[in-house]
């Protein structure tokens, strides 16, 4: 393969992982001898604790994703000028990368090919926000990376890079409990979109930039200095959760304050304290969500 027949170009990828894998599987080797009804049940419990986890997790993927590209719209009734703006305004339906116990999703922020990347942004925003919440209510809770770098498809869906790199060291090094970290590159990515103002007649600008502004209306800056991803804010709710939001934030918030409760009895400090911050972050936002 020749760095001719590559495309490289900026991409925005949300790196996910799926908490608590490690101790699902500890202490576990090979196959037991399955020689009864009750060890192969007992087999099977075993493996779902972790392998039906990761499935449920590829299952909210792939609807949150088919549910993100489905067009609502009544773009028929537009003028033949004003589809093709319509078009040139949509995102494509982000791609996905499988990864172990985790997942990537990303999409190219080209401009040759994407006339409107803060749609693809947004995207991304929405769709790991809402896998954040729902792992929450399911009680398989997730952490995750937003960040934006230079990137490659080596073959479809196979994502490697810049990118990826640092997605996943935000992740792995910085997310630490169930939140969703926006990465410094994304922030200073939607900032840079604010710096000029569009003429009134270049649509697609002003679109771009309004977009850019309400991306970083989903952000907001975490206890430890961090920028994250601001599920539970207002700008969130009305653009995915809307009349959903408080039955999901209910669930949610139990789940907490139970994980809470179990790690203060546990004597795990570092847990307790992560489940501390995380219920401090729901109860600053319960009044959005009544």
């Not at 810049?162 to 200073?188: C, F």
């Not at 995915?240 to 789940?255: G, I």
Request: proline share 2%; net charge negative; aromatic share 10%.
């Amino acid at each position: 393969m020749s760095s001719d027949s590559l495309t490289v170009s900026n991409y925005c990828a949300c790196f996910i992982d799926l908490l608590g894998q490690k101790n699902a599987l500890k202490g576990q080797s090979v196959m037991p001898e399955l020689n009864d009804d009750q060890k192969k049940a007992e087999f099977q419990s075993m493996v779902m604790k972790s392998v039906g986890a990761i499935t449920r997790l590829q299952h909210h993927a792939d609807f949150f994703r088919k549910a993100s590209g489905e067009t609502k719209s009544r773009r028929s009734e537009l003028s033949p000028a004003d589809q093709l703006l319509y078009d040139e305004m949509s995102a494509p339906k982000a791609k996905q990368q499988r990864w172990s116990d985790g997942l990537v999703f990303y999409q190219s922020l080209n401009t040759k090919t994407a006339q409107c990347p803060m749609s693809s942004v947004l995207d991304i925003f929405m769709l790991s926000g809402s896998l954040c919440m729902f792992g929450l209510v399911d009680k398989q809770p997730i952490r995750g990376a937003v960040e934006t770098s230079w990137g490659v498809e080596l073959h479809e869906n196979e994502l490697y890079g810049a990118v990826v790199a640092n997605s996943y060291v935000l992740e792995s090094a910085v997310a630490q409990y169930p939140r969703i970290v926006i990465g410094e590159h994304t922030m200073n990515y939607l900032r840079a979109h604010l710096e000029h103002t569009p003429d009134h007649t270049d649509k697609l600008g002003i679109y771009n930039r309004n977009l850019a502004v309400t991306c970083l209306n989903m952000t907001a800056v975490d206890q430890d200095g961090h920028d994250i991803l601001n599920y539970l804010g207002v700008e969130f709710k009305n653009s995915v959760f809307r009349e959903e939001s408080k039955s999901l934030y209910d669930d949610a918030y139990a789940f907490i304050c139970g994980q809470y409760e179990l790690h203060k009895a546990n004597k795990n400090s570092k847990l307790a304290q992560r489940y501390t911050w995380l219920k401090g972050y729901f109860h600053q936002h319960r009044d959005i969500h009544v």
